[in-house]
């Protein structure tokens, strides 16, 4: 079966994305802003593979390589996905065997601090003493650009995450994604390496917050941009050097796989 999904990338300059909720206007804010740019997972494109089987989806693939999803390495024990097999617990047929657990909040900060867990999970004050982000208006310690409107679009703490995934990182869920194979692979025509035809959420090459400024304080945040902040929701971050931003410090993080760091 072909790719359902529709096609991810970096979020670039230039591109407006929506106000649909609290976050402001940002690149992947919630399952609600659908603007292209960025990753496209099943929370945000309908669960498009609904009622698909590895049998009905697959059969190109497991001619060579078999049907056992949770250990689906071209070379057994390859373990490139974050040292172990991603098929297992992200792809249609697999049972979560093999699954690792790759959420992080960031940060670890509960009260008023300058590392926020990610989309202030947790926070009671998160930025200034009137419960507000570090994008809010009402933000006295920081005003960090651009900011939210201040009317009733302010980025306040949140206790639950929009996306579904369990936001305190104890839980490894099973099956949370549940990809087909060519949501990842293009068997005829991909020049990356393992026919891989995407990388969606390293941050790298993200040009959207080129023109914002950096984060000024906190010991996990000074000198990085917005999408690499403790507050930003990723929850699959590739640490270096953004070779399209020359002020950002090298961020934190090992990405989601070892085949194509992007």
Same mark, same amino acid.
């Given at each position: 079966m072909g790719n359902p999904y529709k096609e991810d990338g970096a979020p670039q300059s230039g591109t407006v994305y929506p106000n649909t909720n609290t976050w402001g206007g940002v690149p992947r804010g919630s399952a609600a802003q659908a603007t292209m740019g960025g990753y496209w997972i099943d929370q945000n494109s309908g669960n498009p593979t609904a009622g698909w @089987?590895?049998?009905?989806?697959?059969?190109?693939?497991t001619l060579?390589?078999?049907?056992n999803v949770d250990a689906?390495?071209?070379?057994?024990?390859?373990?490139?996905?974050?040292?172990t097999n991603g098929h297992s617990n992200a792809v249609i047929g697999g049972t979560g065997s093999a699954a690792f657990n790759v959420f992080d909040a960031r940060g670890g900060q509960t009260g008023y601090s300058d590392n926020p867990f990610m989309h202030f999970q947790g926070m009671t004050d998160p930025a200034d003493n009137g419960n507000w982000g570090f994008r809010s208006?009402?933000?006295?310690?920081?005003n960090y650009t651009p900011a939210v409107d201040p009317g009733n679009t302010r980025p306040r703490k949140y206790n639950t995450d929009e996306w579904g995934?369990?936001? @305190?990182?104890a839980t490894t869920q099973t099956q949370y994604h549940k990809f087909s194979c060519s949501k990842c692979h293009n068997p005829h025509a991909s020049r990356l390496p393992k026919l891989m035809q995407t990388n969606c959420l390293d941050t790298k090459h993200n040009t959207w917050d080129n023109n914002y400024q950096t984060a000024t304080s906190g010991s996990n945040n000074t000198g990085r941009s917005i999408s690499n902040w403790t507050s930003a929701q990723n929850c699959h971050r590739l640490g270096g050097n953004d070779p399209s931003d020359t002020r950002d410090t090298p961020g934190v993080g090992?990405?989601?796989n070892k085949v194509t760091p992007w």
């Open positions: @089987t590895l049998a009905s989806s697959a059969g190109l693939c060579c390589h078999g049907t689906m390495d071209k070379t057994t024990g390859e373990g490139l996905w974050v040292g208006e009402n933000s006295k310690a920081h995934v369990d936001e @305190t990182g090992n990405g989601w």
